[in-house]
């Protein structure tokens, strides 16, 4: 109905704006092209996500943008379910997410629920591999992945509106309105998504035998108590004062209600274990920019707050559903941040930045009145020196000094380099080393039971040597990038079960992850045909070198759980005028879920293959465009598992519409 209500008002509405007749000017998607050769990334291994992918993605999760177009591997807990990270071999603490430059981790936990960012709320995606991201922020031993939004000046006004219908019940609403002037402008994005999520399976952790022929049954099944919600809002204000300076105000505000099935091994009665997680997130930055002839100041402030409540609900007869959880969390955290740039003669280029933020965190569970609250201060300080040395070498010195709790942390020191082989060549050797630390997360130190005050801070170090070549050839333009890394990571901190009779976090002695990342992009235009390919590869060696009491002797020197050694991707897309294909394929080798790696056991997940087609086209009208989208997921309708218990749909479809003006 909705749908119908937008293609039968938005004409009416255009033919008031553009009284005139006069044909609109589509805007053409941007394309942002990778950066060679900066001074200020000698060293460093950065990727940014092509716009034209996060357009084809715009209906899915932050997690689904990564898993499909980046060398960062996604553990999925299930169709609209918890979704983390592990860049390089790392746990999901390591990862470091940005929005518009202040932390998305929790405090709490350390970590990101990537299916609860939608791409519909992104501009830009940017990833910086392993200590890359000490540019950004500390604790990134696998990377930083920067999450932006940018203002189109030259864009005055746009109302775009998008529906979704796929299977299993679910329905996609987005709708962005855009307005301003030269000097000022106003961004405004509202989304609602919605499935009931109620596919149906082979359940194969559990056997009927046959009475007649003694063989064993997998009986068909549904993903009962699995729909989800999530509705949100993003507002941007940008504001130019005089011809130097930028102010802007963003604001996104987010809800997310889910129900969490339960694993197919279950055959107990249907009133236990009734699990539902809420979500409400409100976050908001201010920013000043200042651009001088040869210097950039920085000041933004920033706020989140953020609202978890669980609950696990079993129904006892006589007194109906009775909680065995129900808990909540409030997480407050206050951002302030400074920062400098300026360029000096003779190639030279400084810059510094203070970060003081502030968080406090409130928890509790009132079936058992335990929890906890803390509050926890943590000051940075960043400099950083780079030198262009006739074109053909970059240096880039980074350091980064923290304080957290008034405890003063060690440097954390980082040297790297490009060098071009070929002049006005871009044929660069690059490479880095690096020091990092992570701080345990206050859950890690105070969570009851089993919070452990006494963590010491992980760290590390870490190196990388890569090359990047981008060439062209007539109407053919390739880019590769290729990189060897290596990390070594003392006093690793995770959770094991304990003789208590619950999990405890432990620092392990050491970790080393080691691998290789390459990536190929290509693009070809040969009149009304154009091709579009990105290719991701990673090699993922993450050996636990712990100490063989805790983990056990056949845990030692082996991979750690849920870390393929193998993973990679593929995107195809083709336009020939205004239709479109793309094809999507995304793979990765079997998992462990034993620190044993033992094979002989059930408990282990076989390689993934998954394989997505879309097949779009545009109308053009003479006031407003109108794209039409069929995607259809799980192509070959092949039967897989993210996690183990946790089922996943065959092939199943979503027909999107678009009408721009």
Same mark, same amino acid.
């Not at 007749?21 to 589509?26: E, F, P, Q, T």
């Not at 950066?35 to 996500?49: H, I, W």
């Not at 997690?63 to 999901?92: C, D, H, M, Q």
């Not at 930045?353 to 009145?369: C, G, L, R, S």
């Given at each position: 109905?909705? %749908?119908?209500?937008?293609?039968?008002?938005?004409?009416?509405?255009?033919?008031?704006?553009?009284?005139?007749?006069?044909?609109?000017?589509?805007?053409?998607?941007?394309?942002?092209?990778?950066?060679?050769?900066?001074?200020?990334?000698?060293?460093?291994?950065?990727?940014?996500?092509?716009?034209?992918?996060?357009?084809?993605?715009?209906?899915?999760?932050?997690?689904?943008?990564?898993?499909?177009?980046?060398?960062?591997?996604?553990?999925?807990?299930?169709?609209?379910?918890?979704?983390?990270?592990?860049?390089?071999?790392?746990?999901?603490?390591?990862?470091?997410?940005?929005?518009?430059? *202040?932390?998305?981790? =929790?405090?709490?936990?350390?970590?990101?629920?990537?299916?609860?960012?939608?791409?519909?709320?992104?501009?830009?995606?940017?990833?910086?591999?392993?200590?890359?991201?000490?540019?950004?922020?500390?604790?990134?031993?696998?990377?930083?992945?920067?999450?932006?939004?940018?203002?189109?000046?030259?864009?005055?006004?746009?109302?775009?509106?998008?529906?979704?219908?796929?299977?299993?019940?679910?329905?996609?609403?987005?709708?962005?309105?855009?307005?301003?002037?030269?000097?000022?402008?106003?961004?405004?994005?509202?989304?609602?998504?919605?499935?009931?999520?109620?596919?149906?399976?082979?359940?194969?952790?559990?056997?009927?035998?046959?009475?007649?022929?003694?063989?064993? *049954?997998?009986?068909?099944?549904?993903?009962?108590?699995?729909?989800?919600?999530?509705?949100?809002?993003?507002?941007?204000?940008?504001? /130019?004062?005089?011809?130097?300076?930028?102010?802007?105000?963003?604001?996104?505000?987010?809800? #997310?209600?889910?129900?969490?099935?339960?694993?197919?091994?279950?055959?107990?009665?249907?009133?236990?274990?009734?699990?539902?997680?809420?979500?409400?997130?409100?976050?908001?930055?201010?920013?000043?920019?200042?651009?001088?002839?040869?210097?950039?100041?920085?000041?933004?402030?920033?706020?989140?707050?953020?609202?978890?409540?669980?609950?696990?609900?079993?129904?006892?007869?006589?007194?109906?559903?009775?909680? #065995?959880?129900?808990?909540?969390?409030?997480?407050?955290?206050?951002?302030?941040?400074?920062?400098?740039?300026?360029?000096?003669?003779?190639?030279?280029?400084? /810059?510094?930045?203070?970060?003081?933020? *502030?968080?406090?965190?409130? =928890?509790?569970?009132?079936?058992?009145?335990?929890?906890?609250?803390?509050?926890?201060?943590?000051?940075?300080?960043?400099?950083?020196?780079?030198?262009?040395?006739?074109?053909?070498?970059?240096?880039?010195?980074?350091?980064?000094?923290?304080?957290?709790?008034?405890?003063?942390?060690?440097?954390?020191?980082?040297?790297?380099?490009?060098?071009?082989?070929?002049?006005?060549?871009? %044929?660069?050797?690059?490479?880095?080393?690096?020091?990092?630390?992570?701080?345990?997360?206050?859950?890690?130190?105070?969570?009851?039971?089993?919070?452990?005050?006494?963590?010491?801070?992980?760290?590390?170090?870490?190196?990388?040597?890569?090359?990047?070549?981008?060439?062209?050839?007539?109407?053919?333009?390739?880019?590769?990038?290729?990189?060897?890394?290596?990390?070594?990571?003392?006093?690793?901190?995770?959770? %094991?079960?304990?003789? /208590?009779?619950?999990?405890?976090?432990?620092?392990?002695?050491?970790?080393?992850?080691?691998?290789?990342? #390459?990536?190929?992009?290509?693009?070809?235009? %040969?009149?009304?045909?154009?091709?579009?390919?990105?290719?991701?590869?990673?090699?993922?060696?993450?050996?636990?070198?712990?100490?063989?009491?805790?983990?056990?002797?056949?845990?030692?020197?082996?991979?750690?759980?849920? *870390?393929?050694?193998?993973?990679?991707? #593929?995107?195809?897309?083709?336009?020939?005028?205004?239709?479109?294909?793309?094809?999507?394929?995304?793979?990765?080798?079997?998992?462990?879920?034993?620190?044993?790696?033992?094979?002989?056991?059930?408990?282990?997940?076989?390689?993934?293959?998954?394989?997505?087609?879309?097949?779009?086209?545009?109308?053009?009208?003479?006031?407003?465009?109108?794209?039409?989208?069929?995607?259809?997921?799980?192509?070959?309708?092949?039967?897989?598992?993210?996690?183990?218990?946790?089922?996943?749909?065959?092939?199943?479809?979503?027909?999107?519409?678009?009408?721009?003006?």
């Amino acid at each position: 109905m909705l %749908l119908s209500f937008v293609v039968v008002i938005l004409p009416l509405l255009v033919n008031a704006q553009f009284a005139n007749g006069a044909a609109v000017n589509l805007q053409p998607v941007e394309i942002i092209a990778s950066r060679y050769f900066l001074p200020e990334e000698a060293g460093m291994k950065t990727s940014r996500v092509d716009t034209l992918i996060i357009m084809d993605k715009i209906n899915l999760s932050l997690s689904e943008l990564l898993a499909e177009n980046t060398p960062v591997f996604i553990k999925n807990n299930g169709r609209g379910a918890l979704s983390t990270a592990s860049f390089r071999g790392t746990s999901a603490a390591h990862t470091q997410v940005l929005w518009n430059g *202040i932390p998305v981790n =929790t405090p709490m936990a350390g970590m990101v629920d990537f299916s609860l960012v939608p791409v519909y709320i992104i501009d830009a995606v940017e990833l910086k591999h392993g200590a890359s991201g000490i540019a950004d922020h500390s604790g990134g031993f696998g990377g930083v992945i920067q999450i932006n939004n940018f203002v189109n000046w030259n864009q005055r006004r746009r109302v775009r509106f998008l529906q979704g219908l796929g299977s299993f019940g679910t329905h996609n609403e987005y709708l962005s309105v855009k307005a301003g002037t030269a000097t000022f402008q106003s961004h405004t994005r509202l989304y609602h998504t919605y499935s009931c999520n109620d596919f149906p399976y082979i359940n194969r952790k559990i056997g009927i035998i046959d009475s007649i022929t003694g063989l064993i *049954i997998n009986p068909s099944d549904t993903n009962h108590n699995a729909n989800y919600r999530i509705a949100g809002v993003l507002q941007e204000f940008y504001m /130019k004062v005089g011809k130097h300076n930028m102010v802007s105000l963003r604001y996104w505000g987010q809800g #997310a209600q889910r129900a969490i099935p339960r694993i197919t091994s279950y055959e107990g009665p249907e009133g236990v274990g009734q699990s539902r997680q809420q979500d409400t997130d409100h976050k908001g930055v201010m920013e000043w920019n200042h651009y001088g002839s040869a210097s950039f100041l920085r000041v933004r402030t920033g706020i989140s707050h953020k609202t978890l409540n669980y609950s696990l609900m079993n129904t006892i007869a006589g007194t109906g559903a009775y909680p #065995a959880v129900f808990s909540y969390s409030f997480v407050t955290s206050l951002f302030n941040g400074l920062s400098y740039s300026r360029s000096l003669p003779k190639g030279f280029k400084l /810059k510094s930045a203070f970060d003081w933020n *502030i968080h406090q965190v409130v =928890t509790e569970d009132t079936v058992t009145n335990t929890g906890y609250s803390k509050l926890r201060h943590e000051q940075s300080l960043f400099l950083s020196a780079y030198k262009s040395f006739a074109g053909r070498l970059n240096l880039n010195f980074m350091t980064r000094l923290e304080r957290v709790d008034g405890k003063l942390l060690p440097l954390i020191p980082f040297a790297g380099f490009d060098y071009r082989i070929l002049p006005e060549q871009t %044929l660069l050797i690059k490479g880095h080393i690096a020091r990092n630390y992570h701080q345990p997360t206050l859950n890690d130190l105070f969570w009851v039971p089993g919070g452990n005050p006494d963590l010491r801070p992980e760290h590390g170090i870490t190196g990388e040597l890569g090359m990047e070549m981008a060439c062209e050839y007539g109407a053919v333009k390739l880019h590769f990038e290729g990189s060897a890394f290596y990390n070594d990571i003392t006093d690793w901190i995770i959770w %094991l079960p304990d003789f /208590k009779g619950y999990w405890e976090p432990q620092n392990i002695a050491q970790v080393v992850s080691k691998g290789v990342e #390459a990536s190929l992009s290509g693009s070809l235009l %040969l009149g009304s045909v154009g091709i579009k390919m990105v290719v991701n590869y990673a090699y993922t060696r993450a050996i636990n070198y712990g100490d063989p009491v805790a983990w056990g002797d056949n845990a030692y020197g082996k991979q750690l759980a849920f *870390i393929p050694r193998h993973s990679g991707n #593929a995107m195809f897309n083709a336009t020939f005028r205004s239709f479109s294909v793309t094809y999507q394929h995304n793979s990765f080798s079997e998992r462990y879920t034993t620190s044993s790696n033992d094979r002989m056991q059930r408990d282990w997940l076989y390689p993934y293959f998954m394989n997505d087609l879309l097949l779009g086209k545009r109308f053009v009208f003479s006031r407003f465009s109108l794209d039409a989208e069929v995607k259809i997921y799980n192509l070959f309708n092949e039967t897989y598992h993210t996690v183990l218990f946790t089922p996943m749909p065959k092939r199943n479809y979503l027909l999107q519409i678009m009408i721009t003006l």
